[in-house]
């Protein structure tokens, strides 16, 4: 398959003037680091969003987490003073209403939570370490970290496997994937014997996911836009290299990309590089059937997708879409029929939808945005 086609706020409210629908459904949420809030939206059956208030947050609010049980959402702020707001979810209109705001060990460009909704997990990409916080039954991350781990240099991503056993970490300066194993009930992370797996150098891997029954895990590689698939040991939860694919067109003229810069990063204050041409990806989803994986690529503002092979775990690339400028997020809806892209250079969020047949995307319609937006989180209520 060759290159897919592609077929456009309301202003700051309070809580209280949300103009939602009051039914549960589906919600999508964007964080806009340069406005300091979070957009909401509520997304009908046919992929048609409407704009509801913007949840105030603050300057550079970028990675959001939902708990399991969906009544949370966790949105981590990564100026200083770095915190991470707690919202309760209204099941009924997607409304957010702030619980409380939280201290964080470092700048963390990404957050989860674990399966039990216990533990909040953070990666510091300049501070090079992890962290482990515990979450009350009231949704409130405690206010001292369990634990703050060092790592290695630029920690992107961390998660739990389907298992809550073992924990991932994707350091892209070091190429390397530390191996963690996991007790919910003492809430204590411990290394894995090994401890690291070492990728080939200048991969960079960042972002990663797993398929539903645990037998794989992708990684995402920033500096190639290359998915590696690993297959995962249920017993250890160590990793093992199965195949790797590129996510660029075969005509791309992008080249490989070096680690950016950030504070506490070697190379953060010698002169910038031009990156222009430099593949830049950033996220990784897959559509809930499993059939098929997308990528976005900030450098060419794109959404690669790419096939899956459930019973190998293999990928095959299968064509690109333009979409929003430097698209650091996306998120697909829970019936796998619509995709939800955001851009850090644009103030508009697309939706597209999904052929359920080849993986194409066909852009629907472009909605108003906020500035900076980078992450979403798409939450299903019903």
Request: charged share 15%; aromatic share 10%; hydrophobic share 40%.
């Amino acid at each position: 398959m060759g290159t897919f086609a592609n077929v456009g706020w309301a202003s700051l409210l309070g809580l209280s003037l949300l103009s939602l629908p009051v039914w549960a459904g589906t919600f999508v949420y964007v964080s806009n680091a340069e406005d300091g809030d979070i957009g909401v939206y509520s997304m009908g059956q046919d992929g048609e969003l409407q704009a509801g208030g913007r949840a105030p947050a603050t300057k550079l609010v970028m990675p959001m987490a939902v708990s399991p049980d969906r009544r949370f959402l966790y949105a981590a702020v990564r100026s200083k003073p770095f915190s991470v707001i707690q919202y309760a979810i209204d099941a009924r209109s997607g409304a957010l209403q702030q619980v409380a705001t939280s201290p964080l060990a470092e700048s963390f460009p990404y957050i989860s939570v674990d399966r039990t909704g216990r533990y909040l997990f953070g990666a510091s990409y300049g501070g090079h370490v992890i962290s482990l916080n515990g979450i009350d039954a009231d949704g409130r991350v405690a206010t001292e970290p369990l634990q703050v781990i060092p790592v290695g240099r630029n920690a992107h991503s961390i998660r739990t496997d389907g298992s809550n056993r073992f924990v991932y970490v994707p350091t892209l300066g070091t190429d390397q994937i530390f191996q963690f194993n996991f007790d919910a009930k003492a809430g204590r992370l411990s290394s894995a014997t090994p401890a690291v797996f070492q990728m080939k150098p200048l991969v960079g891997p960042r972002h990663f996911i797993f398929s539903k029954d645990n037998r794989f895990l992708y990684v995402l590689s920033e500096l190639q836009a290359t998915v590696t698939t690993f297959a995962v040991d249920g017993n250890t939860g160590q990793l093992s290299e199965v195949s790797s694919v590129s996510g660029m067109p075969p005509d791309s003229k992008l080249v490989p990309g070096m680690p950016r810069g950030a504070v506490g990063t070697p190379g953060a204050n010698q002169a910038p590089r031009n990156t222009d041409n430099d593949i830049w990806a950033a996220d990784i989803h897959m559509t809930p059937d499993e059939r098929f994986l997308y990528i976005s690529e900030r450098t060419t503002s794109s959404l690669a997708a790419l096939s899956v092979d459930g019973a190998t775990g293999k990928l095959a690339y299968l064509g690109s879409t333009p979409t929003e400028k430097q698209p650091r997020g996306f998120a697909i809806n829970s019936t796998g029929r619509f995709l939800v892209a955001c851009g850090e250079k644009s103030e508009t969020i697309s939706v597209y939808s999904i052929d359920q047949a080849s993986g194409a995307l066909r852009l629907l319609r472009q909605y108003p945005g906020g500035k900076g937006a980078n992450w979403i989180e798409i939450v299903n209520t019903d």
